[in-house]
């Protein structure tokens, strides 16, 4: 079967107390700043599964239950972002918090080259609900297909549909409802063990022979009934990071895989189940080259890097449900179709120029060289994965945003070009002159419908 070629995840650096939830609850909840959506946290996934990857993917998969848009392809969006080829199969998946890990087990039966299966979600509940409090926002990104040095192959899946009346949302509804936990119970449970047996027996083992085993899923009941039924050890339970990220969606059990990943040796063989809607089960075995295969950060790393105690004040008006007065000053205006195409590589992807007559860098792209004149003689240099460092900033107490005060910095790249722009993740009381920053897919506002996506700064992370 496919392997896993390269992965990266991708958790938000916002935290929510579940003590100040309305529902309460133990340890915290990851939550997306306000100008971040599914699109963004997939597309930092996505970074960090292709970064050092010579593999170009040539399908595209990107399942979420909570896409931007809800007609028109996001996957696009990401494909722009991370500067994949125009001929790529780009796919969105949704409707299901099982479309995650589904979407691995379809790139995995693809024909051709690489896969590359991003999942993220957003997760808002209803307030003083369990999605509100058990909810996280997360992303991951599995870059999928036919190599022998694969960092972990899938030795084994298998999928099981129910037509379930367990989490839904209409078209017409801002919030998801779930029936109670006691009758979901009786039929996701047995089709978990079904698709885990069968996952099992595609890759020709007992599941003894599993070191760890995540379960994914929106009723912490199931994973312990799930577990006595097949037989499984407490000791062979992996984390389902609940208490440190919440359950996001799509994206949970592709950030448990790789939370396996991390810290898997060679030979180690592991497996994740999903229910929703059915089940979904796949088994891998860690290869030699995963230790050469893993992102610069890990999950546990993101799960470290965090700011605790965002207020739940706040947490509403991100999302849209606290209505609070708005800015006096006209809305932006919508952007254009025929300038986002013709500055998209610089737009989404965040590529400038280098002339090749000078070296000058150019920021924005330009056609003649800033420095020497030179008429189109220029070669693409690519900034998304750049280290920078605030040359100067202001803090900005009166420009309207809604996370105050805004941060706007100048900042200086490590290979050579300047850029304005805003710094995001940032406590103003710690910036600082000469400080190291990387740079992060954020959208800046939305008018009329339309997401306008750019870069931001943050500090290292």
């Not at 059990?253 to 040796?265: E, H, I, V």
């Not at 890990?298 to 799960?303: D, E, L, P, Q, R």
């Not at 309207?400 to 900042?411: C, F």
């Amino acid at each position: 079967m496919a392997g896993i070629l390269r992965y990266g995840t991708y958790v938000p650096y916002c935290r929510l107390l579940r003590s100040d939830l309305p529902g309460r609850g133990r340890g915290e909840r990851s939550v997306a700043s306000f100008d971040e959506d599914a699109v963004s946290l997939a597309v930092e996934a996505g970074r960090e599964a292709l970064r050092d990857s010579d593999a170009a993917p040539e399908n595209l998969l990107l399942a979420s239950t909570s896409h931007p848009y809800a007609e028109k392809l996001n996957a696009a969006a990401v494909q722009a972002a991370l500067d994949l080829p125009a001929d790529v199969l780009a796919v969105d998946v949704s409707s299901s918090t099982r479309a995650g890990l589904a979407a691995i087990g379809l790139a995995s039966r693809m024909a051709g080259g690489p896969s590359l299966v991003c999942a993220a979600d957003v997760v808002v509940g209803a307030p003083g609900g369990s999605r509100e409090s058990m909810g996280g926002d997360a992303a991951c990104a599995f870059l999928i297909g036919n190599d022998p040095g694969a960092a972990a192959e899938i030795v084994g899946a298998a999928s099981r549909t129910e037509e379930l009346l367990d989490v839904w949302r209409g078209p017409e509804q801002s919030f998801a409802r779930q029936w109670e936990e006691r009758f979901v119970q009786q039929r996701l449970v047995p089709a978990l063990v079904r698709a885990f047996d069968r996952s099992l027996r595609d890759a020709g083992m007992p599941a003894g022979r599993l070191s760890r085993v995540a379960i994914d899923t929106a009723h912490p009941k199931i994973a312990a009934s799930f577990a006595a039924k097949t037989g499984l050890k407490p000791g062979q339970i992996a984390d389902n990071l609940l208490e440190s990220v919440g359950r996001p969606g799509a994206a949970g059990a592709g950030l448990l895989l790789a939370s396996l990943l991390d810290s898997a040796g060679p030979g180690e063989v592991m497996a994740v189940v999903s229910a929703a809607d059915g089940a979904e089960s796949v088994v891998v075995k860690a290869a030699p080259a995963l230790e050469d295969s893993r992102p610069a950060h890990s999950v546990s790393s993101w799960i470290r890097s965090r700011r605790s105690g965002l207020a739940y004040h706040t947490y509403l008006k991100w999302r849209g449900i606290l209505p609070f007065e708005p800015p006096r000053r006209p809305d932006p205006p919508r952007p254009a179709a025929p300038p986002m195409q013709r500055a998209e590589r610089w737009k989404y992807a965040f590529i400038g120029s280098r002339c090749t007559t000078c070296g000058a860098t150019n920021l924005p792209p330009q056609r003649v060289c800033v420095a020497c004149g030179a008429v189109d003689a220029m070669a693409p240099a690519p900034y998304a994965d750049a280290t920078a460092r605030v040359a100067t900033y202001t803090v900005d107490h009166l420009a309207y945003s809604l996370q105050q005060p805004v941060v706007a910095a100048v900042v200086d790249f490590d290979q050579g070009g300047r850029f304005a722009c805003e710094l995001a993740d940032v406590d103003p009381a710690t910036v600082e002159i000469g400080q190291e920053l990387e740079m992060t897919f954020r959208r800046l506002y939305t008018s009329d419908g339309v997401r306008n996506y750019f870069w931001k700064a943050r500090p290292r992370r």
